[in-house]
């Protein structure tokens, strides 16, 4: 097996363990777990899941559930539904979480209609692997 081979091995795997961590975001997720659906070890997942993916593990599933979450208040605002002081609330939290996640203070990011998060490099999390 020559080592093209084994980056497009690589590269499943770590789409299962994310296809697993979408599936499974609104719930604990656990590094053992996913390394498991990528049949790696622990240790050895989270060093390719970073190099792969261009961020941590853990950075990876706090972006997603932040932005999973801004969707929704995005989308419960549209519609009318809750009243005022709870999107309110609802959106000076994401702001506060999105502040720590981000490390960006962008007031109104929600009025942009996307959420960007500059701490990675947006080409490293396209490369969609390491070379």
Same mark, same amino acid.
Not at 21 to 45: C, G, K, M, R, T
């Given at each position: ?20 961590? @979408? ?9 053992? !777990? ?7 070890? $622990? ?12 961020? $941590?593990?853990? %950075?990876? =599933?706090?972006?997603?559930? =932040?932005? +999973?979450?801004?969707?929704?208040? =995005? ?5 009318? +539904?809750? +009243?005022?002081? !709870? ?13 720590? =996640?981000?490390? @960006? ?8 209609? %996307?959420?960007?998060? $500059? ?6 999390? @396209? %490369?969609?692997?390491?070379?």
């Amino acid at each position: 097996m020559n080592k093209k081979d084994t980056i497009e091995i690589y590269r499943r795997r770590i789409a299962a363990a994310v296809e697993y961590i @979408n599936l499974h975001l609104d719930e604990e997720l656990e590094l053992v !777990d996913i390394a498991a659906v990528a049949n790696f070890s $622990p240790y050895h997942f989270h060093r390719i899941f970073k190099a792969f993916r261009g961020e $941590p593990l853990g %950075s990876y =599933v706090s972006r997603l559930r =932040v932005e +999973t979450a801004a969707h929704l208040l =995005v989308l419960r605002e549209a519609a009318g +539904t809750g +009243t005022k002081a !709870d999107r309110r609330a609802g959106s000076l939290y994401l702001r506060r979480v999105y502040r720590a =996640v981000s490390g @960006n203070n962008r007031r109104g990011f929600f009025r942009r209609g %996307s959420i960007r998060y $500059p701490r990675y490099p947006q080409a490293a999390r @396209n %490369s969609g692997g390491a070379r």
